[in-house]
């Protein structure tokens, strides 16, 4: 299971326990008043029981509106500064309300005391209450509701142990204060009441015998202090638990990619509030008991009706909140993930890779340029035709919001261009036109169809609903005009429209497009763009299978030219709409779009051009390019494509075809590399065979609806790499790969945010490829990737040129540059250092995307052992406004040093110089070495599982050498140097003989005479360099002597 996911359930039972919490409180609250419930209790007591209540509501309310959203979202509810700034008045609102709450729960337990062991049963009068519940506030705010909002200072001197720090940027409580100061208070508040109801259990036999009470009044106040004890015993053991893990585990990553983790701390004060109410209800309470169906007589049965209640509103919610997986299905070709009405799978937003992941290169070397920047990204999308409408209404309801979730939605590829057939298709259950009255030039019968209000509106409506701070954009492209418009009298087979190109049925076909963006536009539905015929030259062809019409190059101009841009222009629905050419095969290409931007009235209505598929295999790509170059100014947009269309290929529908999902990526990726903006696939949803279509003109598509159920396929993961990062705006850059190898294609692309992004497609049957991509300009500092064979590979980079500089002891002092801070989740790396084995640097973070809000932090990291990584030990967002403000002074010719003064006092619980076994389970290695009989597992993915025997080697020396190759601490030492030269020798492992090498020069304590030894027999350069200097000065001095 996924970390976000194990974050999300988490965050869905925070929110369970809170709303069971503020309904059972409400109910308590309506309790005392119920039945002389509040004469009962006395009015001195009311004051202390129903404080607690009331800030255990606004605790939980607050968690509810604010934390449990967070988690489960795992976004920012606010923009910075303003949800930095709420966040730390929340929690400091939380921590006061849970401590009032402690403190009343500590009053009443001295009150039950006083009544029934010192027989003192009025020491709670009115205005001791009045008086203890006033001081109650005070010493909560006092304590909890410290300041938090003072500016720092620029220098930053941290005198650091493992569990805590102190530091002069925040001012107030110490920033680890749960550790050593919440946490053990949380344990005394619930171990005093724990212990004082104790007292009152030992006490009881005299209680009895002095006090007047029945048997079974006795019995079941007995009852009620045990059921005290042990929830007041338990909330104290759990919080020990919790100060014991960060006392003795301090290495343990407690940050936000271990969300969980932190967030087990805060369920004991959940349990804690929700508990109290409970054991209220079942003993002291008779109406809330009734609303649970509950016997008031029988008091422990209350508490299980209560509990089984809360246990299935639990389900419920995590049967809502977790987030889906894949649920895989074979086929004969492959695998599909299946989706219906209760289940599917998300697309997860893609994750951020630091720049500078390795400092030397491996494989092939993409260097990418965003400062050469070319075309930009109009969008990616899908065609609603009638067989998409009519595949997703035969889903359930449910099952049809998902399909358009999938497709439109956050968590699916988030398409941004729809296209819109005029009229019927092939892929319609018949032919049809919006005016079938013959002769009808003044189109008086012009309606739009059933089609359109049952297949085709309600799912384009939606779509543009579920647009995530982008538009949708919509273009129309027309099949055929009615049959009594051409020249064959019918919409199918080849054809032109009649009479000459001035005539009435030419200015009839031009209203007729007006016609219906207005009748779309009343159905709150614009339109971006419009193509004036799909596939024209195929209206040569008289046997044509379905709806066409005929026009060259020549007739499609001075049709737009005289009837269609003008008509457009003239109507208040159309009049901004851009008219796209051709929207055919690219081999009419350039000689289309010459004759159509040549004449200058043409070209201010044709935006750019539209190119289809079907036949990329015969006709050469430049095509593309070469009509880019002849016309920059216009855009060119890819707006047809789809699998099994051919027979050679398989027709129709093939479920889990990979290699479908690698010819889209292939075109998409060639395609924007030779100027295309866009993309635009072909039918969203059809059936199992590749219908509707009247035509019979089976194909595939990426989602394929059976029955209930509906199938993604790979081409829908395919269509994602490129429709989910790449949004309108974004802009295709250089992405030089001079050694690129056959098979195997690369897209470079800066997104909206200024973010890289770079997918690589690898056709390849057997051959993995190893790609190092760099940023023109930084030199020395690679990010590395692997793309499997057949696979499709999409990374996200974060990348920035740093100014670094520090010194040595212990003392880290760190410039970079704030100039230009881009948009995006972004982290400034100073060099580590080494101080009591363990390495530190300090950073700047930059956060502002939909899952962060816009967070700016400054952060001192250290790493304490291979299995935790990194933990941060410092988040200070207050610091960057006041730092990066002119007048304060901090800022430089646009640079900023910060410094770091850090002393270790312990290092209790931090491992260093870890030695990994690489022992682990087959589970976990594809490659096993067998070493001296011993296996030795290497890779982290499970696919051939091959065995593969090394002889002549020790077992020991081996994995010595493995720890020098992969991510390790444990290091090169004297003792094993010469193991490992002899190992990467003979592997020709080259970065662990430099490895060794800068080693040997700099860090060992061998003898000069060892070192040159080595450097002679394992040819290191620098070394040898050394040695044959060495020698000829010594060669030199003896014959001087002779």
Not at 760 to 776: A, F, H, P, Q, Y
Not at 941 to 950: F, V
């Amino acid at each position: 299971m996924k970390t976000s996911d194990v974050a999300v359930i988490v965050g869905s039972v925070y929110a369970v326990l809170a709303a069971i919490g503020i309904v059972l409180n409400i109910l308590a609250i309506r309790a005392i008043f119920a039945r002389g419930t509040l004469k009962k209790y006395h009015s001195s007591l009311f004051i202390l029981y129903l404080q607690p209540l009331f800030t255990d509501i606004v605790l939980l309310s607050i968690f509810m509106c604010y934390c449990a959203p967070m988690v489960i979202t795992q976004s920012y509810l606010f923009p910075y500064p303003t949800n930095i700034h709420f966040g730390i008045f929340i929690d400091s609102l939380n921590n006061y309300c849970w401590f009032n709450n402690s403190l009343s729960q500590i009053s009443l337990a001295m009150n039950r005391f006083f009544a029934t062991v010192l027989f003192r049963p009025h020491f709670l009068i009115r205005t001791r209450t009045l008086g203890l519940a006033a001081s109650q506030h005070l010493l909560a705010l006092f304590i909890m509701l410290t300041p938090q909002f003072v500016f720092p200072c620029c220098k930053l001197e941290f005198d650091f142990t493992i569990f805590s720090y102190r530091d002069a940027l925040i001012t107030g409580m110490e920033n680890d204060a749960w550790t050593y100061w919440k946490l053990p208070t949380q344990i005394s508040c619930s171990a005093i009441p724990s212990v004082i109801y104790v007292i009152i259990l030992l006490t009881s036999r005299s209680i009895g015998s002095r006090i007047i009470l029945q048997s079974d009044a006795l019995k079941r106040r007995r009852r009620q202090e045990i059921r005290f004890t042990i929830q007041f015993a338990s909330l104290a053991a759990l919080y020990t638990c919790t100060w014991l893990v960060f006392f003795f585990f301090p290495y343990i990553n407690f940050t936000e990619e271990n969300i969980w983790l932190h967030g087990i701390s805060v369920i004991p004060s959940l349990i804690n509030s929700t508990t109290n109410t409970v054991l209220f209800l079942s003993n002291d309470t008779y109406t809330p008991c009734a609303l649970f169906g509950a016997d008031v007589a029988n008091h422990s049965q209350n508490i299980k009706q209560i509990m089984m209640m809360a246990l299935r509103i639990s389900l419920l919610a995590l049967a809502v909140y977790a987030t889906p997986e894949c649920i895989p299905r074979t086929f004969t070709d492959g695998i599909v993930c299946v989706c219906n009405s209760t289940h599917c799978d998300d697309i997860e937003p893609l994750g951020s890779i630091p720049f500078g992941n390795i400092l030397d290169t491996y494989g092939l070397v993409i260097e990418l340029d965003p400062s050469t920047v070319y075309q930009e990204i109009i969008g990616f999308g899908a065609a609603f035709t009638d067989s998409t409408g009519i595949n997703i209404r035969s889903l359930p309801k449910d099952a049809q919001e998902k399909v358009m979730q999938q497709y439109f939605g956050p968590t699916g590829t988030e398409y941004t261009i729809g296209r819109v057939p005029i009229a019927s298709t092939d892929f319609s259950l018949g032919t049809y036109s919006y005016d079938d009255m013959e002769d009808d030039l003044d189109l008086k019968f012009f309606a739009l169809t059933h089609e359109d209000f049952d297949y085709k509106i309600p799912f384009i409506q939606q779509a543009i609903e579920l647009q995530n701070n982008t538009t949708l954009r919509l273009f129309a492209s027309p099949w055929s005009s009615p049959g009594w418009m051409k020249t064959n009298g019918k919409m199918q087979g080849g054809g032109e429209l009649r009479g000459n190109a001035d005539g009435p049925y030419y200015v009839a076909w031009a209203t007729y497009f007006v016609k219906f963006f207005e009748a779309y536009l009343e159905q709150g539905i614009s339109f971006w763009g419009v193509t004036p015929q799909n596939e024209p030259t195929t209206g040569s062809d008289p046997n044509y299978s379905w709806q066409t019409l005929f026009f060259d190059a020549q007739t499609e101009s001075n049709f737009v030219k005289n009837h269609l841009g003008p008509a457009l222009r003239s109507s208040n629905a159309s009049k901004d709409i851009v008219i796209i050419g051709l929207d055919d095969q690219r081999f009419m290409l350039p000689g289309w779009a010459d004759v159509m931007f040549e004449d200058a009235e043409v070209s201010s209505y044709v935006g750019g051009i539209g190119v289809h598929w079907y036949e990329d295999e015969i006709y050469p790509i430049s095509a593309l390019s070469h009509t880019h170059e002849r016309h920059p100014d216009k855009f060119i947009l890819a707006t047809e494509a789809s699998n099994g269309w051919l027979k050679v290929q398989g027709k129709g529908v093939r479920l889990g075809y990979f290699f479908r999902a690698e010819r889209y990526a292939n075109s998409i990726i060639t395609d924007l590399n030779n100027w295309v903006a866009g993309w635009v696939d072909w039918n969203m949803a059809l059936d199992m065979e590749g219908g509707f279509t009247w035509a019979e003109n089976y194909v595939d598509a990426p989602i394929v609806v059976d029955g209930e159920e509906f199938y993604k396929q790979p081409m829908y993961y395919g269509l994602a790499h490129f429709s989910k990062f790449l949004k309108p705006g974004s802009h295709r850059v250089k992405a030089d790969l001079p050694e690129l190898p056959s098979k195997v294609f690369v897209l470079g692309a800066v997104m909206v945010n200024g973010e890289r992004y770079v997918t690589m497609l690898n056709e390849n049957d057997s051959e993995d490829v190893t790609i190092s991509v760099r940023e023109k300009g930084i030199e020395g500092v690679y990010t590395a990737v692997t793309v499997p064979s057949h696979s499709i590979v999409t990374i996200h980079l974060v990348i920035k040129e740093v100014k670094l500089k520090m010194t040595n002891g212990g003392f880290i002092s760190w410039e970079f540059d704030m100039t230009d801070v881009p948009n995006t989740v972004l982290t400034y790396k100073s060099p580590e250092i080494e101080i009591n084995g363990l390495k530190w640097y300090i950073g700047a973070q930059h956060e502002s995307s939909p899952r962060t809000g816009n967070v700016k932090t400054l952060l001192l990291y250290f790493y304490q052992n291979v299995s935790s990584g990194k933990l941060p030990w410092a988040n200070f967002y207050g610091a960057w406004t006041f730092l990066t403000d002119e007048d304060n002074g901090f800022i430089s010719n646009g640079k900023i040093i910060v410094e770091a003064k850090i002393r270790v006092v312990n290092t209790c619980g931090v491992r260093a110089k870890i030695r990994r076994n690489f022992t682990e389970s087959n589970k976990l290695s594809d490659v096993r070495f067998l070493v001296e009989g011993k296996q030795v597992h290497v890779a982290k993915t499970e696919t051939n599982k091959e065995e593969l025997e090394i002889k002549e080697v020790k077992h020991k020396e081996f994995v010595d050498f493995l720890n020098v190759i992969y991510t390790s601490i444990y290091e090169i030492n004297d003792t094993n140097v010469e193991s490992i030269l002899d190992l990467a020798d003979r592997f020709q492992v080259t970065f662990v003989l430099d490895a060794v090498e800068r080693y040997l020069m700099h860090s060992s304590n061998l003898t000069t005479t060892k070192k040159l030894a080595l450097s002679d027999t394992f040819k290191l350069n620098l070394l040898k360099f050394l040695s044959d200097q060495i020698k000829a000065m010594l060669h030199e001095r003896t014959l001087e002597l002779d």
